[in-house]
């Protein structure tokens, strides 16, 4: 049996809390720009009329990165209209965990959840990928994603020497880039039929910005460099077969910001002429929270190797197993993954300098036309 070619029928990040517990960098990276989103709120001067304001959080994962960034975001909204019911949709795709997004906004984890201290907030989730209509069209207030919008719908080809876009030869690349300009089109203009005039829709991108520094590559080590040479690696000494590594392709792609910003600045384009404009785009790199703590505190190898590869297989292992082949049994499957971690963890024990994943993200936001 070959591997799943669609992105929605295999990605989750790890379940059962795993994903935000290990994911602290994401959490900082809404925390550190939630006042984006505030202002936007801002800009759009909301009338107290009693009607629903409807929010999304897209790509969620299970909701606990993004918590105090909603809190905030959803404490103004509740002070400044008062009067209106908000409707909260988490969405993701299918396979996401959405039984401990619920867990986690009704309390019944460790994480403090915002729900006991902002009235009428009605918490929903949607299983629907962004690439698709979530909401009836022009009843959204306010779309947000963050470091979702870099998964394409399916890898467009097999990466012969690499895993990753970023390491690509230049046409496969180019095929990759290509995917993704119509993946974010699409995204892009979803968003646009959903969104009410004077709506706005605040999107945190991982992509590549003006210096080519993207997630996990702005210092000496190359992250997935990293990947594609230890899984090559088992490639090599007979672990995995040479089809099991073509057939292990992360289905993402790194825009640059002239990327990100084309179709909203193109008055020829669909998304542009929907009435999707741009008023905000910078970026930003945010810290790998597990290498500073390494550098500037415990200084311990061993420790920072074994903090900091969760953060890594949080979001990359299902690309990692929908590689393999599925007539292996479950038990290979994992046996070869846990393997795979473990060579990663014993190369940054051995030699921890320049390994850090630092996030780069592209941000933006867009106001609906009135
Ligand atoms: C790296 S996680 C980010 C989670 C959270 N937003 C954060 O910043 O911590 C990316 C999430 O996007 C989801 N995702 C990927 N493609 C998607 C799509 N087409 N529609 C909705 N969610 C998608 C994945 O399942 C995953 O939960």
């Known amino acids: 049996m070959s591997k799943q070619t669609n992105t929605t029928e295999f990605m989750a990040m790890k379940p059962a809390g795993y994903y935000s517990s290990a994911t602290i960098g994401a ?130 080809c097999n990466i012969a020497d690499h895993v990753h876009m970023v390491g690509a030869a230049p046409a496969e690349r180019a095929a990759y880039e290509h995917t993704g300009a119509q993946d974010w089109e699409r995204m892009l203009l979803r968003r646009s039929e959903e969104l009410k005039p004077g709506g706005r829709l605040c999107l945190f991108n991982f992509g590549i910005d003006s210096h080519g520094r993207y997630l996990g590559n702005t210092g000496a080590q190359n992250m997935f460099d990293t990947f594609a040479e230890l899984w090559g690696g088992l490639a090599n000494d007979g672990t995995i077969t040479r089809e099991e590594f073509l057939n292990t392709n992360f289905p993402q792609c790194y825009r640059t910001q002239g990327q990100f910003v084309a179709p909203l600045e193109d008055s020829e384009s669909t998304v542009f002429r929907s009435g999707l404009r741009l008023d905000h785009v910078e970026s930003r790199v945010v810290r790998c929270p597990f290498e500073q703590d390494f550098t500037e505190n415990h200084k311990d190898p061993e420790r920072f190797a074994r903090n900091y590869i969760p953060t890594l297989r949080s979001w990359s292992e299902p690309t990692f197993a929908n590689g393999l082949s599925q007539d292996r049994s479950a038990e290979q499957r994992s046996k070869i993954i846990d393997s795979f971690y473990g060579r990663y963890q014993q190369k940054v024990a051995a030699n921890p300098d320049g390994h850090a994943m630092d996030y780069v993200h592209i941000y933006l936001v867009c106001r609906k036309e009135k």
């Open 27 to 156: 959490k900082h990276v809404m925390d550190n720009a939630a006042q984006m989103v505030l202002d936007a709120i801002d800009a759009m001067s909301l009338v107290d009329d009693g009607t629903i304001f409807r929010a999304t959080d897209m790509g969620a994962a299970d909701g606990g990165t993004s918590i105090d960034l909603w809190r905030r975001v959803l404490g103004k909204v509740r002070k400044t209209v008062p009067s209106r019911p908000i409707e909260m949709i988490y969405t993701d795709l299918p396979r996401n965990d959405f039984s401990q997004v619920f867990q986690i906004v009704h309390g019944l984890t460790d994480t403090d959840s915002y729900l006991p201290e902002i009235p009428n907030v009605h918490v929903y989730a949607s299983g629907t990928s962004f690439h698709h209509p979530i909401v009836p069209a022009a009843t959204l207030d306010l779309g947000f994603s963050a470091t979702a919008s870099h998964y394409i719908e399916t890898v467009p």
